[in-house]
């Protein structure tokens, strides 16, 4: 069963950082992409980053670019989102999610597993 789980969210001040956390299990880690999305209260969801190791690849949404990295310990089957500089923008649920291709669209509708999301709440 394929599973993801991510974690890592919380409260946090403007100019804050946090980590997130994406674990997963169930599928060949090295062969499927995970991208990080998220959903602002109000707006639809959106594809934050995603990494991938065939082929080597990551990708960020341009408003992150800078502030945002994704990494993977492929031992631990874990997807990493570090976060620095917080926004009040970036407030919202991130998820984590499993599909074939980290591209730099970064459509949701390219993966097809999902976790629950962690809350982020940036404040001001």
């Known amino acids: 069963e394929v599973q993801l789980q991510a974690s890592g969210g919380g409260l946090v001040q403007v100019g804050g950082s946090l980590r997130l956390s994406c674990a997963t299990s169930g599928f060949a880690f090295d062969d499927y992409a995970v991208g990080w999305f998220r959903r602002a209260p109000g707006n639809e969801r959106e594809g934050v980053s995603c990494i991938s190791s065939k082929p080597n690849r990551t990708a960020y949404e341009t408003s992150v670019k800078g502030r945002f990295t994704i990494s993977s310990d492929r031992a631990k089957n874990t997807v990493y989102l570090q976060i620095n500089n917080l926004k009040s923008e970036d407030t919202g649920v991130y998820y984590c999610?499993?599909?074939?291709?980290?591209?730099?669209?970064?459509?949701?509708?390219?993966?097809?597993?999902w976790g629950q999301g962690t809350q982020v709440t940036v404040s001001s």
């Open positions: 999610a499993a599909g074939n291709l980290c591209w730099y669209a970064l459509r949701a509708n390219e993966y097809s597993y």
